[in-house]
């Protein structure tokens, strides 16, 4: 029995680069130069089109993501915009209560006591919460090199713009509350720390809890106040650091409504 040689085709001949580099080798041989220009013609711009397809599926992604940054920005930007709103009101009242007291207690006007918001604000006036700032998007964009992914300049110059400005306001509470006049510990003859029955009516939101009956709150004694100048200047400095705060607030409120204006136009809300 005579063994049947199988023979299996080589498939690599059939491969279209192989089929090309074997036709440019006959017209090689042939000498035939229009054949060789055309089939040079045709590797030339199958290698053009394959990149060019390759830029666009690259950009068209590009634009993709650009899209979900914007969205994401945008949905971002509000939600600390609100934050930022929420904060700065509430620091518009503590800055309210330190302007009614003001005048007292530098003898602008006849002696009274001070009201229990009054005084509480005055004995917490040391306390400068940390402004809530965070754009997550912003962060991954600037860790993973994504910021150039926005096409429109004005966005882009107005983070750029937020980021110095965050960074320095960053800074500036680092400064602000390196050296703490806590007027309650200092001065304890103008402000002194009770304990009082807790009471629900009580709104003041710097009364610190006790326990659940009983609540920590300060006496201000305005006649001790006016007779220590040393309290008197050490206020000055903590009304003069609220201002500051109050100040950097409104800015920020105005640069983040800006950009998120400017969003809501580029994703279409």
């Known amino acids: 029995m005579v063994d049947r040689v199988i023979h299996k085709p080589d498939m690599t001949e059939a491969r279209p680069d192989k089929l090309l580099l074997r036709r440019l080798g006959q017209h090689l041989r042939r000498q035939d ?35 979900a940054i914007l969205e994401r920005l945008h949905e971002e930007t509000g939600n600390l915009l609100e934050v930022v709103r929420a904060e700065r009101a509430s620091l518009q009242t503590k800055v309210d209560a330190l302007h009614s007291v003001q005048p007292v207690i530098f ?37 993973t090199g994504r910021f150039d992914r926005l096409q429109d300049p004005e966005v882009r110059q107005m983070l750029r713009s937020y980021i110095l400005f965050r960074e320095r306001q960053r800074s500036n509470h680092e400064e602000r509350t390196n050296e703490l006049y806590r007027l309650y510990s200092r001065h304890p003859d103008a402000i002194s720390m009770t304990v009082v029955p807790a009471d629900a009516d009580h709104s003041a939101t710097a009364a610190v809890p006790s326990n659940e009956a009983y609540e920590w709150r300060p006496v201000c004694d305005v006649g001790s106040m006016l007779a220590n100048q040393q309290f008197l200047n050490e206020t000055f400095d903590n009304m003069g650091r609220n201002s500051i705060f109050l100040s950097s607030y409104a800015e920020r409120e105005e640069m983040l409504t800006r950009l998120q204006q400017h969003l809501a136009e580029l994703v279409g809300s």
């Open 107 to 143: 003898s602008m006007e006849p002696v009274r006591p001070l009201t229990a918001v009054e005084c509480e604000v005055l004995a917490y006036s040391h306390v400068y919460r940390k402004p809530s700032d965070e754009l997550p998007i912003l962060d991954e964009m600037m860790d």
């Open 33 to 67: 130069w229009f054949a060789v220009t055309v089939e040079f013609v045709v590797v030339v711009v199958g290698v053009f089109l394959g990149l060019q397809v390759n830029n666009w599926n690259v950009e068209a992604q590009e634009r993709r993501d650009e899209r």
